[in-house]
């Protein structure tokens, strides 16, 4: 069992920056791809970016590719979202997610859940 907390969202002018961070316990967590989703109100569920186990590799959705930057520090048990140049479009509930495959953007393929936070980005 892996247990995820996110934290660091909040409001934010379109043009800003926010640094999510979701801190892992349980399992050990080197041993996972990590990844990040967000989900608007009304939408289903969105990849965002992910990370081998090792921390070698990302992954990004061509939505958030420049903009976003994936990193881990497996002795932490955390990994990191640093979002720049965000836009209005952004806003959603982020999420991150522990799975065994690299990469994979189907959120079926995760196997554990944090439960969220949410990132507004005003216009």
């Known amino acids: 069992q892996v247990q995820l907390v996110e934290s660091g969202g909040g409001l934010v002018q379109a043009g800003g920056s926010l640094r999510l961070s979701c801190a892992a316990s349980?399992?050990?967590?080197?041993?996972?791809?990590m990844a990040w989703f967000r989900q608007a109100p009304g939408k289903e569920r969105e990849f965002v970016t992910a990370i081998k186990w090792s921390g070698s590799s990302t992954y990004y959705a061509d939505s958030v590719k420049g903009r976003f930057t994936m990193s881990r520090d497996n002795a932490k048990n955390t990994v990191y979202l640093q979002m720049n140049s965000l836009k209005p479009e952004d806003t959603a509930a982020y999420y991150c997610a522990a799975g065994r495959l690299y990469p994979v953007t189907d959120p079926r393929q995760y196997d554990y859940w944090g439960q969220g936070t949410q990132v507004t980005v005003s216009s």
């Open positions: 349980g399992r050990t967590f080197s041993n996972y791809a």
